[in-house]
Each structure stands twice: as C-alpha cells, then as structure tokens.
T-cell receptor, first 111, second 111 residues
Framework: GIQVEQSPPDLILQEGANSTLRCNFSDSVNNLQWFHQNPWGQLINLFYIPSGTKQNGRLSATTVATERYSLLYISSSQTTDSGVYFCAVAAGGTSYGKLTFGQGTILTVHP | DGGITQSPKYLFRKEGQNVTLSCEQNLNHDAMYWYRQDPGQGLRLIYYSQIVNDFQKGDIAEGYSVSREKKESFPLTVTSAQKNPTAFYLC??????????FGPGTRLLVL
C-alpha cells in the first residue's frame, strides 16, 4: 500500500512565527487531505488538495503530485493552532476513500 | 444540525465481551468509514462502506464487524477476538469521491 511520511514529527513555535509541514507519499494519489486534530481528538478538515495550491486565511497548502509531496504552510501562528496535523492520501478508483494517514506533526505554539 | 455523531464518548469493555459503537450521520453521505487511532499514531482504516448493505475490510479488520442497514448508520462491533481493543475510534462519512468528515470519536478502554 501507499506509504506516507510526515516531517517534522514535532515543532515548537512562538506565537506569530511561520511554519511549513511536509508530507511525502510513495505512489500516485487521487485523494489527499490535511487535517488538524485538536486536544479533544476531533479531526478538522483543513484542505482537500490532491494537486495544486489552496489558501484559507492563514493556512495554505501545495501538492506537487508528480514529485509526490504536499506542504502545509501556517503563517502568523496562534496558540489555537496547537495540536496534531495529519496528511492522508488514497489512490483512485475503488480505493479512493481508503485513506492512509501519516504519523502526524505535533505542533505546539507558545504565547 | 448537520453532522456526524458517535456514542458513547467513553466505553468500557470487560474481557470476553462484545461492544458496539454507534455512528450516525445526517449529511446524506453515501460512504462511511471506521478508523482506529492508538496513542501517538495516525489513523488506520478498519472497515468502510460505499453503499447500503455493502462494506469492505480495511487494513485492520480482524476482531471487528460492521453492518450498514441504513444510509445514515454504520455501527462497529468490537468482538472478543480483538485482543487489544483499547484505542480511540473515529467514524467518518463522505459523498462518493469527496472529502471525508469525522465524528468526535469514542474512547474504548478494557477493564
């Protein structure tokens, strides 16, 4: 199956700093999503981005499908950005919904 | 209020006991999914269903069973055959070939 590797595993920032999270995957994908898991365990959709670039407020994401990686950018970080960020991917066809998750990046933002 | 609900929030299982986790959605999504998350890990797919009365095994289906008798409901039974059931269980749903949305999760503990 598809392998997903996220880096860095841990990231500590001061409020206001910018950061880049990376997701590498081992095969072609037709489904790629970024999630934020809050301290209560809820997974929140950030982006559906199998290719291209998207922006939503202080967050943006870019996926370069031909090179098998995706980047999540967080600008002007806030303490509420703390939590775990997951990248999840799936191939196409009947496997479209079979998401494989990376191990996550634990982000801690200090005031 | 549209969304995905899971119950109970916490569940305790005795040795040799089967327990059932509930997942309901009112988003009119065709596809539903069950994931397991162990501490410090990403999510792993247990079972998924793309249509009523049909479901497929995910990566870690052993010791679990599901049913899909109604579009809005996808209960998961953790059987006594699952030797290490302590985990955080997350249910998700999606329109076919689209973004998955997650419920708040159920934490299962073994007494």
């Amino acid at each position: 199956g598809i392998q997903v590797e996220q880096s860095p595993p841990d990231l500590i920032l001061q409020e206001g700093a910018n950061s880049t999270l990376r997701c590498n995957f081992s095969d072609s994908v037709n489904n790629l999503q970024w999630f934020h898991q809050n301290p209560w365990g809820q997974l929140i959709n950030l982006f559906y981005i199998p290719s291209g670039t998207k922006q939503n407020g202080r967050l943006s994401a870019t996926t370069v499908a031909t090179e098998r990686y995706s980047l999540l950018y967080i600008s002007s970080s806030q303490t509420t950005d703390s939590g775990v960020y997951f990248c999840a991917v799936a191939a196409g066809g009947t496997s479209y919904g079979k998401l494989t998750f990376g191990q996550g990046t634990i982000l801690t933002v200090h005031p | 209020d549209g969304g995905i609900t899971q119950s109970p929030k916490y569940l305790f299982r005795k040795e040799g006991q089967n327990v059932t986790l509930s997942c309901e959605q009112n988003l009119n999504h065709d596809a539903m999914y069950w994931y397991r998350q162990d501490p410090g890990q990403g999510l792993r797919l247990i079972y998924y269903s793309q249509i009523v009365n049909d479901f497929q095994k995910g990566d870690i289906a052993e010791g679990y069973s599901v049913s899909r008798e109604k579009k809005e409901s996808f209960p998961l039974t953790v059987t006594s055959a699952q030797k290490n059931p302590t985990a955080f269980y997350l249910c998700a749903s999606s329109a076919l070939q689209e973004t998955q949305y997650f419920g708040p999760g159920t934490r299962l503990l073994v007494l």
